[in-house]
């Protein structure tokens, strides 16, 4: 309640009394307040439940929205608060520490409730946040709606509730169907949410220990376990196999008992919102249940409309001015039969408000108005919060709201559970962080909840203009943020392991966009682990550089004392030598391939004969040794085969590339000198479709060509092309070699047209359309289609069919929790792979392009970053590989 309005005297003054105590305790910090509170009944009681009250419902007393039920529920938070007063030496009235004084101020307000409706303590409207099973006296409209899910539960078994955020699908569970199963006397009822580790929340709503069978959980009634907000198992950062083990655990509690009349039947029902329909069909016991056994909650009636706004207002005692009804609805359904699903939350809260502006008993069209109608209500409650903060709780503020966002790249985006500590915590200054929670937390724009922190409603993120717009401008730093964050969570549950870490390009991207106070205390640790990592690599490579040096004069000085010694002593040296390298080789093979693969080729120096040597050499083309823009992932960025399989082109860390005859593989030698053009690092050498040209691109932000008819005579073919601002990624060829595609960090993709190779020149404008850098190209078997992927997490579709008139296609393809990395289609062009950083590998029908449509679930391809897909001539077959040193192969058909 804003200023007291509206409050009656004998609660107004509690409020004010009560407020007076905390400025004389020095306004501490509600949380802090709560928890003392708390402490000191547990002390006195035991261990015997909660007896004290939450700090969001302290803030309700200290603003006059509510009074405490129990003076055992407030005793303990004044002795807390008089203790901290007397200990700060402020002046306390005697007044203030009289408890006797207290329980009267308590007995006149709590009394005054009963006496007259006008000075009701709790509003009967939830404003953004649901109605729980308590409020059922207040919940109106949904009567069809609750009868119906009634009639279906009784038969057991997963029934999904399916519907649009903030349609009202928890209010109907839990103020709805819980009571009116209920009044039956037959139902056992569990509640949960999934949460980031739903296996250990379903233990915990049944009440038995991990491992027990769920059906010990009453056996002698029937029994409903309600999972509501069930997207959470897709947003809160759970592990693909603890979805798996959850969803197995939901199987076995649906399943119907054998003997009826034993045992009463088991019903789940899972409320998921519309939008994550989709999702839930990539795993058969979801998609059985959505094809079998699903319910749509869609919007109200206007009848029912009107019940939900008239019907809490009578409970309550109140009335409403005429017109006042009528004005709502309309706003609401913006002159319409009907409204947006979504849009249920946007009318509790104005009733809300609207009930805090009532005059006596009444709530009146003038106090509509002031609360800003359906459309400001929300808005202008945010803003005026907004308005209380001084600048240092501003700053705090839109740290702690941003970091309650979960940002989706093809979704809405969603609320997150956060634990208070980290909330507060990125924070420079915990005393305002403490401040602005407490505001937002009394203008219910944030829930506080035991030691967890949410925007109450998703509501609030669609109707708050000042939150979408921080959102929208930074939504590539907020998406890799996120992905640090749950990196850095497996990185700790790996042990620390090295091969979790980011490195190369991926490290210099978290870097950029995760500032001080920007991420949790984990993730910190974790980048800040990766950059030693970094900077140890990079030591160990002027080192093994010296060394290698060193060597070559070793070697140098065992050449000329051959001359001396025997070929006995001569060959045992060697020996060992080439036995060191290849030993300090396989040793760093996990954690640094890129290492692992230089030392390989020393070995190969050493011995140019030794056929396992270049077994091994060759065998680190499949390695992920091709982004680091940084050069701290080894020497070789990238190693390609002309089509005939007979030459090998290497990318080098020295930005020159070297051709190599492997027509026998067994002895590997290299051909003509190396080709030095680039200025910086390489990134990229890939050969045309009739083995002729070779084009490579590097950091140097440029392309080149290269003729390689003649491998011994190569030579460059043209000026630099110079496409775009940035780093030139994997380049992709089209099928008769005429179009060269060339993304760029830039955001673009660059079309070449090299019908005269001599002189090429751009087909068109760069292709814009991604939000951060494009990291390869791929086209289409038959040269129509060109893919994208990019580090916005997306993959795009271009129409190249007339190269001079690309066109974007349908969508971003998205659903990847990091970068995007790699795209290939198959020989027969109708289906897509990518893969991406977060180990995963998803396809795509391209039947019609302009709609492609996923096939199944994401494959965990990899236990590191996905940086190359490839399927067989046949395409039947995906290969894939990654950061994790390894080659997988996935049957397709």
């Given at each position: 309640m804003s200023g007291g309005m509206g409050i009656a005297a004998p609660r107004k003054i509690f409020a004010e009394r009560f407020a007076e105590l905390f400025a004389a305790a020095g306004n501490p910090a509600l949380r802090r307040v709560a928890a003392a509170a708390e402490d000191r009944m547990r002390a006195a009681r035991g261990s015997r439940g909660r007896g004290s009250a939450s700090a969001q419902r302290i803030s309700d007393w200290k603003s006059g929205r509510n009074v405490p039920a129990r003076f055992e529920s407030l005793l303990p938070v004044l002795l807390t608060l008089v203790d901290q007063a007397k200990k700060s030496g402020r002046p306390l009235a005697p007044e203030l520490a009289d408890m006797q004084e207290w329980r009267r101020l308590w007995a006149e307000s709590d009394a005054w409730r009963g006496e007259s409706v006008d000075t009701e303590t709790a509003c009967p409207y939830p404003g953004l946040t649901s109605f729980r099973s308590a409020d059922a006296a207040l919940f109106f409209g949904r009567r069809t709606a609750t009868d119906e899910l009634a009639d279906l539960i009784r038969a057991g078994g997963l029934l999904v509730v399916v519907g649009a955020s903030g349609a009202g699908k928890s209010s109907l569970l839990h103020a709805g169907l819980v009571p009116a199963i209920?009044?039956?006397?037959?139902?056992?009822?569990?509640?949960?949410?999934?949460?980031?580790?739903?296996?250990?929340?379903?233990?915990?709503?049944?009440?038995?220990?991990?491992?027990?069978?769920?059906?010990?959980?009453?056996?002698?009634?029937?029994?409903?376990?309600?999972?509501?907000?069930?997207?959470?198992?897709?947003?809160?950062?759970?592990?693909?196999?603890?979805?798996?083990?959850?969803?197995?655990?939901?199987?076995?509690?649906?399943?119907?008992?054998?003997?009826?009349?034993?045992?009463?039947?088991?019903?789940?029902?899972?409320?998921?919102?519309?939008?994550?329909?989709?999702?839930?069909?990539?795993?058969?016991?979801?998609?059985?249940?959505?094809?079998?056994?699903?319910?749509?909650?869609?919007?109200?009636?206007?009848?029912?409309?009107?019940?939900?706004?008239?019907?809490?207002?009578?409970?309550?005692?109140?009335?409403?001015?005429?017109?006042?009804?009528?004005?709502?609805?309309?706003?609401?359904?913006?002159?319409?039969?009907?409204?947006?699903?979504?849009?249920?939350?946007?009318?509790?809260?104005?009733?809300?408000?609207?009930?805090?502006?009532?005059?006596?008993?009444?709530?009146?069209?003038?106090?509509?108005?002031?609360?800003?109608?359906?459309?400001?209500?929300?808005?202008?409650?945010?803003?005026?919060?907004?308005?209380?903060?001084?600048?240092?709780?501003?700053?705090?503020?839109?740290?702690?709201?941003?970091?309650?966002?979960?940002?989706?790249?093809?979704?809405?985006?969603?609320?997150?559970?956060?634990?208070?500590?980290?909330?507060?915590?990125?924070?420079?200054?915990?005393?305002?962080?403490?401040?602005?929670?407490?505001?937002?937390?009394?203008?219910?724009?944030?829930?506080?909840?035991?030691?967890?922190?949410?925007?109450?409603?998703?509501?609030?993120?669609?109707?708050?203009?000042?939150?979408?717009?921080?959102?929208?401008?930074?939504?590539?730093?907020?998406?890799?943020?996120?992905?640090?964050?749950?990196?850095?969570?497996?990185?700790?549950?790996?042990?620390?392991?090295?091969?979790?870490?980011?490195?190369?390009?991926?490290?210099?991207?978290?870097?950029?966009?995760?500032?001080?106070?920007?991420?949790?205390?984990?993730?910190?640790?974790?980048?800040?682990?990766?950059?030693?990592?970094?900077?140890?690599?990079?030591?160990?490579?002027?080192?093994?550089?010296?060394?290698?040096?060193?060597?070559?004069?070793?070697?140098?000085?065992?050449?000329?004392?051959?001359?001396?010694?025997?070929?006995?002593?001569?060959?045992?040296?060697?020996?060992?030598?080439?036995?060191?390298?290849?030993?300090?080789?396989?040793?760093?093979?996990?954690?640094?391939?890129?290492?692992?693969?230089?030392?390989?080729?020393?070995?190969a120096r050493l011995r140019p004969d030794d056929v396992g040597v270049w077994v091994r050499l060759l065998g680190t083309q499949d390695m992920p040794l091709a982004t680091a823009v940084d050069g701290d992932t080894g020497p070789i960025k990238q190693v390609a085969y002309r089509r005939d399989g007979r030459l090998l082109a290497s990318a080098g860390h020295d930005n020159s590339i070297r051709l190599w005859d492997v027509a026998d593989p067994r002895r590997p030698s290299p051909v003509g000198s190396p080709l030095y053009g680039h200025q910086e690092f390489l990134t990229s050498a890939v050969f045309s479709p009739d083995g002729r040209l070779l084009a490579s691109a590097g950091g140097d932000h440029t392309v080149r060509l290269w003729d390689v008819t003649e491998p011994a005579a190569a030579h460059p073919v043209g000026e630099p092309l110079v496409g775009g601002a940035g780093t030139v990624y994997l380049l992709g060829f089209r099928g008769d070699g005429r179009i060269l595609a060339a993304p760029n960090h830039d955001h673009t993709v660059a079309l070449w047209d090299l019908a005269d190779p001599a002189a090429p020149r751009q087909a068109c404008p760069p292709l814009a359309g991604h939000t951060g850098p494009v990291r390869s190209a791929a086209f289409s078997p038959d040269g129509r289609l060109l893919a994208t992927a990019s580090d916005d997490l997306t993959v795009r579709l271009w129409d190249v069919s007339a190269p001079e008139a690309p066109v974007p296609l349908g969508v971003p393809l998205g659903g990847f929790g990091a970068t995007a990395h790699s795209v290939a289609f198959a020989p027969d062009g109708r289906t897509l792979a990518a893969g991406s950083d977060d180990g995963t590998v998803r396809l795509w029908d391209l039947a019609d392009p302009a709609a492609p449509r996923e096939l199944g679930g994401p494959l965990a391809a990899q236990t590191g970053a996905t940086w190359s897909v490839a399927f067989s001539p046949d395409g039947h077959v995906l290969a894939t590989a990654g950061t994790d040193g390894a080659v997988k192969l996935w049957s397709l058909h």
């Amino acid at each position: 309640m804003s200023g007291g309005m509206g409050i009656a005297a004998p609660r107004k003054i509690f409020a004010e009394r009560f407020a007076e105590l905390f400025a004389a305790a020095g306004n501490p910090a509600l949380r802090r307040v709560a928890a003392a509170a708390e402490d000191r009944m547990r002390a006195a009681r035991g261990s015997r439940g909660r007896g004290s009250a939450s700090a969001q419902r302290i803030s309700d007393w200290k603003s006059g929205r509510n009074v405490p039920a129990r003076f055992e529920s407030l005793l303990p938070v004044l002795l807390t608060l008089v203790d901290q007063a007397k200990k700060s030496g402020r002046p306390l009235a005697p007044e203030l520490a009289d408890m006797q004084e207290w329980r009267r101020l308590w007995a006149e307000s709590d009394a005054w409730r009963g006496e007259s409706v006008d000075t009701e303590t709790a509003c009967p409207y939830p404003g953004l946040t649901s109605f729980r099973s308590a409020d059922a006296a207040l919940f109106f409209g949904r009567r069809t709606a609750t009868d119906e899910l009634a009639d279906l539960i009784r038969a057991g078994g997963l029934l999904v509730v399916v519907g649009a955020s903030g349609a009202g699908k928890s209010s109907l569970l839990h103020a709805g169907l819980v009571p009116a199963i209920a009044s039956e006397g037959r139902w056992s009822v569990a509640a949960m949410t999934p949460g980031a580790a739903p296996v250990s929340a379903l233990w915990e709503a049944l009440a038995v220990s991990p491992g027990d069978t769920p059906g010990r959980w009453a056996p002698d009634r029937s029994r409903l376990l309600i999972v509501d907000q069930f997207e959470e198992l897709f947003t809160a950062g759970s592990a693909e196999s603890e979805r798996e083990s959850f969803l197995a655990l939901l199987a076995s509690l649906a399943e119907r008992p054998a003997d009826p009349d034993e045992v009463g039947p088991t019903a789940v029902v899972v409320s998921v919102r519309a939008d994550f329909y989709s999702r839930c069909l990539h795993y058969p016991l979801l998609a059985d249940a959505l094809t079998r056994r699903s319910w749509l909650l869609g919007p109200m009636r206007l009848d029912e409309l009107a019940e939900a706004i008239t019907g809490p207002a009578e409970a309550a005692g109140l009335s409403l001015e005429p017109g006042l009804e009528e004005l709502a609805i309309t706003e609401l359904c913006e002159g319409r039969q009907g409204y947006d699903a979504g849009a249920l939350p946007l009318l509790s809260h104005v009733m809300a408000a609207t009930w805090e502006r009532r005059e006596g008993a009444r709530l009146t069209v003038a106090g509509y108005r002031k609360a800003g109608g359906v459309g400001g209500s929300v808005a202008a409650t945010a803003e005026r919060a907004w308005d209380e903060l001084s600048p240092a709780q501003r700053r705090a503020a839109k740290q702690i709201l941003l970091g309650l966002v979960r940002v989706a790249s093809d979704s809405r985006d969603t609320r997150r559970r956060v634990a208070r500590a980290e909330v507060v915590a990125p924070a420079g200054d915990p005393d305002a962080a403490e401040a602005a929670l407490e505001t937002l937390s009394a203008a219910r724009l944030v829930t506080l909840d035991a030691d967890v922190a949410y925007l109450t409603h998703e509501i609030v993120l669609e109707a708050w203009p000042r939150l979408r717009a921080w959102i929208d401008a930074d939504r590539v730093g907020y998406l890799v943020r996120q992905r640090v964050e749950a990196d850095a969570a497996e990185w700790v549950d790996s042990g620390h392991a090295s091969w979790a870490l980011y490195r190369g390009d991926r490290l210099t991207a978290a870097a950029e966009h995760c500032g001080p106070g920007t991420v949790g205390p984990g993730a910190r640790e974790f980048l800040s682990a990766a950059s030693q990592a970094r900077r140890r690599s990079q030591r160990r490579s002027s080192v093994s550089k010296a060394t290698l040096a060193l060597l070559s004069v070793v070697a140098l000085l065992l050449a000329i004392a051959a001359y001396s010694q025997s070929r006995t002593a001569t060959a045992e040296r060697n020996d060992a030598v080439f036995a060191r390298v290849l030993s300090e080789a396989d040793r760093l093979q996990a954690g640094d391939p890129s290492m692992s693969a230089q030392l390989d080729l020393v070995a190969a120096r050493l011995r140019p004969d030794d056929v396992g040597v270049w077994v091994r050499l060759l065998g680190t083309q499949d390695m992920p040794l091709a982004t680091a823009v940084d050069g701290d992932t080894g020497p070789i960025k990238q190693v390609a085969y002309r089509r005939d399989g007979r030459l090998l082109a290497s990318a080098g860390h020295d930005n020159s590339i070297r051709l190599w005859d492997v027509a026998d593989p067994r002895r590997p030698s290299p051909v003509g000198s190396p080709l030095y053009g680039h200025q910086e690092f390489l990134t990229s050498a890939v050969f045309s479709p009739d083995g002729r040209l070779l084009a490579s691109a590097g950091g140097d932000h440029t392309v080149r060509l290269w003729d390689v008819t003649e491998p011994a005579a190569a030579h460059p073919v043209g000026e630099p092309l110079v496409g775009g601002a940035g780093t030139v990624y994997l380049l992709g060829f089209r099928g008769d070699g005429r179009i060269l595609a060339a993304p760029n960090h830039d955001h673009t993709v660059a079309l070449w047209d090299l019908a005269d190779p001599a002189a090429p020149r751009q087909a068109c404008p760069p292709l814009a359309g991604h939000t951060g850098p494009v990291r390869s190209a791929a086209f289409s078997p038959d040269g129509r289609l060109l893919a994208t992927a990019s580090d916005d997490l997306t993959v795009r579709l271009w129409d190249v069919s007339a190269p001079e008139a690309p066109v974007p296609l349908g969508v971003p393809l998205g659903g990847f929790g990091a970068t995007a990395h790699s795209v290939a289609f198959a020989p027969d062009g109708r289906t897509l792979a990518a893969g991406s950083d977060d180990g995963t590998v998803r396809l795509w029908d391209l039947a019609d392009p302009a709609a492609p449509r996923e096939l199944g679930g994401p494959l965990a391809a990899q236990t590191g970053a996905t940086w190359s897909v490839a399927f067989s001539p046949d395409g039947h077959v995906l290969a894939t590989a990654g950061t994790d040193g390894a080659v997988k192969l996935w049957s397709l058909h």
